[in-house]
């Protein structure tokens, strides 16, 4: 299927020449029929040839509904641009036109109409003069007359012509359903509709609800009228929503794969049209079937950033509209630079950003994304639109290798100076170096550390863990470690370690180096003790008591009580409920 919107003037015979194509009523309304006037959207499809079918989105021509016609133009990738041969061009055929051109609308096709109440000539000359200096370029022309039936077949075939130039759709990309319309069916519940621009949708897919922040399950699905299970893009579809209410949604809204687009506020643009210093304060942004008031902040030449009445889902590159409502004007295009750019609160900020947006010509680019941002989680880069090829670190984060470079540089430096600082200690906690580097995530430390640093304890210290120890606690612990390799199960008494210059402090910090393991407040063994424990025991009779294990180990009950316990936590030995114990073969 491909999908053609209507442009042009009031009452120059948009919906006439679609109905003699379809053979349908694209009006909707009674009010719309009753007055002869197109007021909102309206619909109707035909069968050009055998395998062949266009969809037409007829739009209102008046001035005073405008936005309805931005919204059926929006997500469509080529327009039927109508100019009645006895009154020839008017302004809002010149507003239309300049909407498909801020649109960057690329393919089209001119049909003069009314032929039969005037030479088409003349208009055709001025329509095509018109045409030729907008995004459409050099248009084929077909003049007719729909009452008369002149000129039909020719223009089918130029219909023909212009879809087999259409580009291909691409059926891989996340679905974003820009929704024209909005109503429930007594059964079935609520059915919204329009044009799927890429991608596929399918009978129980799951889509993000872009205003109401959750999922809703396809339930079923329409397109030209007749029920289908999968609908590939281009075309116009019906979506039946489960677990939605009719209330909830309204045009504008989007159906969305789900954690593919980024849902903003705020974004640079840039403007194709008039100049940013020249736009109103508040203009109104058209962008798919969506129109939202937009605050406009000029940064630069021809970028500026706009701050959305709410948020719409959006990506690097999509096209949108400036329209200055109050004086019927198209102010120009916008390309979406970036739907989540950084404050400027700092003096110098928007000079310095209107440099960065003059660089940006709205293609998505990880390299480009990476170099600007830093530090970024690739699902965020994904949801942006740009394609992510690197490896993530930490916890799905995307580091720029210069900032990862500078930060492990910044690293060393850091854990140099804290244990200059703080001399007992291995090195600065992960937390702490999160901190200090500003890292947005604590996953980010371990990509970080290389030797000759490792993590060790929940710190980040030199893989040499004897090197952290200060001379004279190295020295005093090394005291410590001869006695009790003369008596394994000796703990030196409280007395003995303050004489050596042990407090709780330099205890910790050799219990952290693996140089001793406390088994108790002050009481400090070799780390092979607890093995050699657990071997001297097996060798008493089983169970055994305490005081029997006292005895076996040649210590006292301060050492015995506590490195029993020890071990039953470490599973080397079994409490028995008579309160002795069993060492576990």
């Known amino acids: 299927m491909h999908v053609i919107a209507t442009a042009g003037h009031v009452d120059h015979g948009k919906s006439t020449l679609v109905r003699a194509l379809t053979g349908m009523e694209p009006d909707r309304w009674a009010e719309e029929r009753r007055r002869g006037l197109t007021i909102d959207l309206g619909f109707a499809w035909a069968e050009l040839r055998p395998g062949v079918t266009v969809a037409f989105v007829d739009v209102p021509g008046h001035e005073r509904f405008v936005p309805n016609m931005l919204a059926g133009i929006g997500p469509v990738p080529a327009a039927l641009f109508v100019v009645a041969a006895d009154e020839g061009w008017m302004p809002q055929s010149a507003e239309h036109l300049a909407a498909l051109h801020a649109l960057d609308v690329r393919h089209g096709l001119c049909v003069i109409t009314r032929s039969d109440l005037a030479d088409p000539e003349p208009a055709m000359r001025q329509a095509l003069a018109e045409i030729a200096r907008t995004s459409l370029g050099e248009v084929e022309a077909v003049a007719v007359s729909a009452p008369a039936g002149t000129g039909l077949p020719e223009l089918r075939t130029a219909l023909d012509r212009l879809l087999a130039g259409l580009p291909r759709p691409d059926l891989d990309a996340p679905v974003r359903l820009w929704i024209d319309r909005s109503f429930t069916i007594r059964g079935s519940g609520t059915v919204v509709t329009g044009t799927l621009a890429a991608g596929r949708m399918r009978v129980g897919d799951e889509l993000e609800v872009a205003s109401l922040g959750?999922?809703?399950?396809?339930?079923?699905?329409?397109?030209?009228?007749?029920?289908?299970?999968?609908?590939?893009?281009?075309?116009?579809?019906?979506?039946?929503?489960?677990?939605?209410?009719?209330?909830?949604?309204?045009?504008?809204?989007?159906?969305?794969?789900?954690?593919?687009?980024?849902?903003?506020?705020?974004?640079?643009?840039?403007?194709?049209?008039?100049?940013?210093?020249?736009?109103?304060?508040?203009?109104?942004?058209?962008?798919?079937?969506?129109?939202?008031?937009?605050?406009?902040?000029?940064?630069?030449?021809?970028?500026?950033?706009?701050?959305?009445?709410?948020?719409?889902?959006?990506?690097?590159?999509?096209?949108?509209?400036?329209?200055?409502?109050?004086?019927?004007?198209?102010?120009?295009?916008?390309?979406?630079?970036?739907?989540?750019?950084?404050?400027?609160?700092?003096?110098?900020?928007?000079?310095?950003?209107?440099?960065?947006?003059?660089?940006?010509?709205?293609?998505?680019?990880?390299?480009?994304?990476?170099?600007?941002?830093?530090?970024?989680?690739?699902?965020?880069?994904?949801?942006?639109?740009?394609?992510?090829?690197?490896?993530?670190?930490?916890?799905g984060w995307l580091i720029d290798e210069r900032l990862e470079a500078r930060l492990r540089d910044r690293l060393q430096r850091l854990v140099e100076d804290w244990r200059r600082d703080h001399p007992l200690e291995l090195g600065p906690p992960v937390d702490v170096v999160r901190q200090a580097l500003r890292l947005p995530d604590r996953s980010l430390v371990h990509p970080l550390v290389t030797p000759p640093l490792a993590i060790r304890g929940g710190r980040v210290a030199p893989a040499d863990q004897q090197a952290t120890l200060p001379a004279p606690v190295r020295a005093a612990v090394e005291k410590v470690r001869a006695e009790l390799a003369a008596s394994p199960f000796a703990a030196p008494p409280t007395e003995r370690l303050a004489e050596l210059g042990l407090g709780p402090r330099e205890l910790a910090a050799a219990v952290r180096v693996g140089a001793l393991v406390r088994i108790a407040e002050g009481v400090v063994l070799l780390p092979q003790s607890i093995r050699d424990a657990a071997a001297a025991l097996g060798a008493l009779p089983q169970p055994f008591t305490v005081s029997e294990a006292r005895k076996a180990l040649d210590t006292t009950r301060r050492v015995a009580v506590p490195l029993l316990e020890m071990l039953d936590r470490k599973g080397l030995t079994q409490r028995l409920p008579d309160d002795r114990r069993r060492v576990r073969r």
């Open 214 to 395: 959750r999922t809703a399950r396809i339930r079923a699905l329409q397109s030209l009228g007749r029920p289908v299970s999968e609908v590939d893009a281009v075309a116009r579809v019906a979506v039946n929503l489960r677990g939605i209410e009719r209330h909830e949604l309204r045009r504008g809204d989007a159906l969305l794969t789900p954690q593919r687009f980024h849902h903003t506020d705020t974004i640079d643009v840039r403007v194709h049209g008039d100049p940013v210093e020249s736009l109103p304060r508040s203009v109104m942004l058209h962008l798919g079937s969506a129109a939202v008031s937009a605050l406009v902040r000029p940064i630069g030449v021809d970028t500026a950033r706009l701050t959305l009445a709410h948020p719409l889902p959006l990506r690097i590159g999509d096209r949108g509209l400036l329209r200055n409502p109050g004086a019927h004007h198209v102010s120009g295009g916008t390309t979406v630079l970036d739907v989540a750019p950084p404050a400027l609160v700092r003096r110098g900020a928007a000079k310095a950003r209107a440099k960065i947006l003059a660089e940006l010509d709205g293609r998505p680019d990880e390299r480009s994304e990476l170099r600007r941002r830093g530090i970024v989680r690739q699902r965020d880069l994904q949801r942006m639109g740009v394609t992510s090829t690197a490896g993530p670190v930490g916890d």
